[in-house]
């Protein structure tokens, strides 16, 4: 017998292939985990009563609880099996021991670089241009890392308030923005340029030391400020 389902896998499988997993509502994404371990039935009400169960403090929708249940509780939700509890284990653990791998061969070493990879990592994929904020500590080191922005990246929609916010409620020293060109150049625009002086000029002023601001394509990133192009402008 066909499975009656099967349009609507293929769709969500495509719908992930085509745009990746950020487009993906939660229960989607819930939904396309369970479809390796419930391969015959309707996983969409199992994917909303996860979700919905396992929200955490705040009401917000948490993947990492769903991962850190018990068994019983997570077989009070009729559909999950023994065979689908094994399987999310098994996801939780796997998660952990690569980001356990990835942290063991990270170099010892903190500097621009090492934020420089930081970055090619987390844009890898991004098909939407972002904003983001590392917020440091006096030794470099990652405090956070905030996405401020999400779409068309231009002087007028980057939050500046909003990053002097975060980097002063995290102690930050010091801070680097990136920013991606999902299908451009690794080459910063005029509105770029413009945003990057005044910045540095806004963290100057509060006593926080802005290391950089990158532009990320593809597995390219430049630096504006290594460059001095915004003195120019």
């Known amino acids: 017998m066909d499975n009656p389902h099967k349009n609507h896998r293929s769709r ?10 950020d487009i993906l509502s939660f229960h989607e994404k819930l ?57 999310l284990k098994l996801l939780k653990d796997i998660t952990r021991q690569y980001n356990l791998d990835i942290a063991n061969k990270s170099t010892k070493t903190i500097d621009k670089a090492y934020h420089e990879n930081f970055l090619i990592a987390h844009f890898t994929g991004k098909q939407k241009e972002e904003v983001v904020l590392i917020a440091l500590n006096n030794r470099m080191e990652r405090i956070s890392s905030d996405v401020i922005y999400v779409g068309s990246v231009n002087s007028t929609k980057v939050d ?3 990053m002097v916010r ?19 150049p690794d080459y910063p625009s005029p509105e770029d340029l413009n945003t990057t002086g005044r910045l540095e000029r806004l963290f100057t ?4 030391n802005f290391i950089d601001h990158y532009v990320v394509s593809d597995k390219k990133i430049s630096s504006i400020k290594q460059k001095n192009i915004y003195g120019y402008i």
Do not use: W
């Open 205 to 208: 002023e509060i006593s926080i």
């Open 12 to 21: 969500l499988k495509e719908k992930y292939k085509k745009d990746g997993l």
């Open 166 to 184: 975060i980097a002063l409620d995290n102690n930050a020293s010091a801070v680097i923005i990136a920013h991606n060109h999902p299908n451009g």
């Open 31 to 87: 939904e396309l985990i369970l479809f390796y371990s419930i391969p015959r039935k309707n996983t969409n009400k199992i994917a909303h009563e996860l979700a919905e169960k396992f929200k955490d403090q705040n009401g917000r929708y948490s993947l990492a609880n769903i991962f850190e249940a018990s068994d019983k509780m997570l077989k009070e939700i009729n559909g999950i099996s023994d065979q689908t509890v094994l399987y």
């Open 160 to 162: 500046m308030n909003k």
